[in-house]
C-alpha cells in the first residue's frame, strides 16, 4: 500500500470512528431520563426550580420508604444513592436560585418554595438522624444531606432580601 493509501486509510477509519461515538452531553447521574428532559425543557428558571425541589421530595420520600421498607438486595446502596440524588437536587435548585439572581431574572416563586420546603426538609432530616435506622450505614451523607439543606435554606432567605418584589400594576 502506498502512503497516501495508507493515510486516506487512517483518515477514514478517525472520521468513521468520530461518526460513531455520540455527541457527550453532561448528564447528572441522579437524574433520569425523562426528568432530564424535564429540566431541559421548562422555559423559566422559577420551572426548573420547582422541578428540582419536586425531584428532591421524590427521593427523600424514597429514603423514608426504603427505611421503613428495605429491600432484600442492595438496601445500603439504595440508601445512600437516594441520599445523594437528594442532595443533588437540592444543590442545583440552590445553584439556580443564585443564577437567577445573578443575572437579575424573576427567581421569586422558586425561592419561596425553596425555603418553605428546605425548612421541611430539614426537620425531615433531623427526625431520621436521631431516630433513623443503620444510621451508620448512610451518616455521612445524612450529615452532607443536611448540612446542604442549611445552606439551601440560608441562600433562599438571603435571596428573599435580595430578589426584587413582584411588579404591581398601578391603577390609573
Not at 443575572?103 to 418554595?113: C, I, P, S
Not at 418553605?116 to 455521612?140: F, M, P, Q, R, S
Amino acid at each position: 500500500m502506498t502512503l497516501w493509501g495508507r493515510i486516506l486509510l487512517v483518515v477514514s477509519f478517525a472520521g468513521v470512528l468520530g461518526a460513531s461515538v455520540p455527541a457527550q452531553v453532561p448528564e447528572k447521574d441522579y437524574l433520569t431520563n425523562i426528568e432530564a428532559d424535564k429540566i431541559r425543557d421548562a422555559e423559566t428558571p422559577n420551572e426548573r426550580i420547582k422541578l428540582f425541589i419536586m425531584f428532591a421530595d421524590d427521593r427523600i420520600r424514597k429514603f423514608q420508604y426504603e427505611l421503613e421498607h428495605p429491600s432484600q438486595n442492595n438496601h445500603e446502596q439504595q440508601l445512600n444513592y437516594l441520599m445523594n440524588s437528594y442532595i443533588g437536587c437540592v444543590d442545583d435548585a440552590a445553584d439556580l436560585v443564585q443564577l437567577g439572581i445573578e443575572k437579575q431574572q424573576n427567581v421569586r416563586a422558586g425561592v419561596d418554595l425553596m425555603a418553605e420546603k428546605a425548612k421541611e426538609y430539614l426537620e425531615i432530616l433531623n427526625k431520621i438522624k436521631t431516630n433513623g435506622k443503620e444510621i451508620d450505614v448512610y451518616k455521612e451523607n445524612l450529615d452532607d444531606a443536611i448540612e446542604g439543606t442549611q445552606d439551601a435554606l440560608n441562600d433562599a432567605e438571603k435571596a428573599k432580601k435580595s430578589v426584587a418584589p413582584p411588579p404591581v400594576r398601578r391603577k390609573s
